[in-house]
């Protein structure tokens, strides 16, 4: 299975090896026109930060509920979701609506108390919620720094595969929008009736998600062919997929792939996604391909915000068809 999903190996981007990002951003536009999903290998992220952040999810859940129901989740989506607490409307038969089977905290950038967006009451500009766990606030800091480090390191190859030159984004990602979420899965039971998911098939809003390998499995991806595998775990590696902001921004050439976590592993399943999208004011009109004349087809989205872009997506209620195909999924955005 994991032949199918490609694997980036960013060593020669670091060593500077000639022709080296003109090479990944081929391997990058393939992956993006036939997966969705891509492995990256040698992403200079320490094993050891990954496993204390995956550590700092299961303290964070292993609280009294009321701990956590102290910072509940708030309009700039920061803050504690309660399992059960999203209900994703699966429409695969019938309209089912089954409350997702996880529970998370979402954190984003750390803007101090006089921010001025803060002050201003920007949306989704808010400050984090942080729990009194001695230590943790500075591993999610820095968890998130180093996944905001990654993806803007990859910023070059996303340019390179859309046949841009390679600082095309640079000015878009200047502060880039990012949110942490840790998740809890617990394990569901084998009773549980089949339209029971830890996250129900859904694509994520975000430009770039950054996946760390999880121990427990659980994870299945949505072929182009729309047949469901089992993500595979590769040591060392990281999953990264693009979702519906990518999407509308490269003019619908990349996909947002659908994904869906079922936790019948019989063990408690943390994961910690990292997804990033644009500076909050970058406005990201549609990047056509050169090839094609700007009024050769209909559906191309007007420019948009990160703001813009959310608020739409919550008052959607969720409804989010995954293009042509048959079967529905959500959005699930951070
Ligand atoms: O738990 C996972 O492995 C993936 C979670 C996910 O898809 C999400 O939070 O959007
Ligand atoms: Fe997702």
């Known amino acids: 299975m994991s032949e199918q999903i490609p694997v980036l190996d960013l060593a020669p981007l670091q060593d500077g090896?000639?022709?080296?990002?003109?090479?990944l951003g081929e391997e990058l536009r393939r992956a993006f026109t036939e997966v969705g999903f891509y492995f990256v290998r040698n992403h200079g992220?320490?094993?050891?930060l990954l496993d204390a952040t995956f550590e700092a999810a299961e303290r964070?859940?292993?609280?009294?509920?009321?701990?956590?129901?102290?910072?509940?989740i708030n309009e700039h989506n920061i803050g504690y979701m309660p399992m059960r607490g999203a209900t994703t409307?699966?429409?695969?038969?019938?309209?089912?609506?089954?409350?997702?089977?996880?529970?998370?905290?979402?954190?984003k950038r750390d803007l101090p108390a006089d921010h001025p967006d803060v002050l201003a009451n920007v949306r989704f500009r808010g400050r984090n919620q942080w729990p009194e766990l001695p230590g943790f606030r500075e591993q999610v800091l820095q968890a998130c720094d180093a996944f905001e480090g990654l993806g803007l390191r990859l910023l070059p190859l996303y340019a390179r595969a859309l046949g841009l030159e390679p600082g095309f984004f640079a000015p878009y990602f200047d502060e880039p929008m990012y949110t942490l979420r840790m998740s809890h899965y617990p394990q569901q039971e084998p009773t549980a009736p089949e339209n029971e998911f830890g996250i129900a098939p859904h694509v994520d809003t975000s430009f770039m998600t950054i996946l760390a390998q999880n121990?427990?499995?659980?994870?299945?991806?949505?072929?182009?062919?729309?047949?469901?595998?089992?993500?595979p775990a590769p040591e060392g590696a990281l999953l990264i997929n693009g979702g519906m902001?990518?999407?509308?921004?490269t003019d619908k050439r990349f996909l947002a792939t659908p994904h869906r976590v079922i936790n019948r592993s019989g063990r408690e399943r943390y994961a910690i996604p990292f997804f990033m999208d644009a500076g909050y004011r970058a406005v990201m009109a549609p990047i056509t391909a050169d090839s094609s004349p700007a009024d050769d087809r209909t559906g191309r989205e007007p420019p948009i915000t990160y703001p813009d872009f959310m608020t739409g997506y919550q008052r959607s209620n969720f409804h989010h068809a995954a293009d042509d195909k048959a079967e529905k999924v959500q959005m699930q955005g951070a």
């Open 89 to 107: 409307r699966v429409n695969a038969v019938g309209d089912v609506a089954l409350p997702n089977a996880n529970e998370a905290i979402f954190f």
């Open 215 to 231: 121990r427990i499995p659980g994870l299945s991806l949505r072929m182009p062919s729309g047949e469901w595998v089992d993500a």
């Open 245 to 249: 902001m990518l999407r509308r921004w």
């Open 60 to 72: 964070f859940h292993a609280q009294p509920i009321e701990a956590k129901l102290a910072l509940k």
């Open 45 to 48: 992220i320490p094993q050891s």
């Open 17 to 23: 090896a000639p022709g080296a990002l003109d090479r």
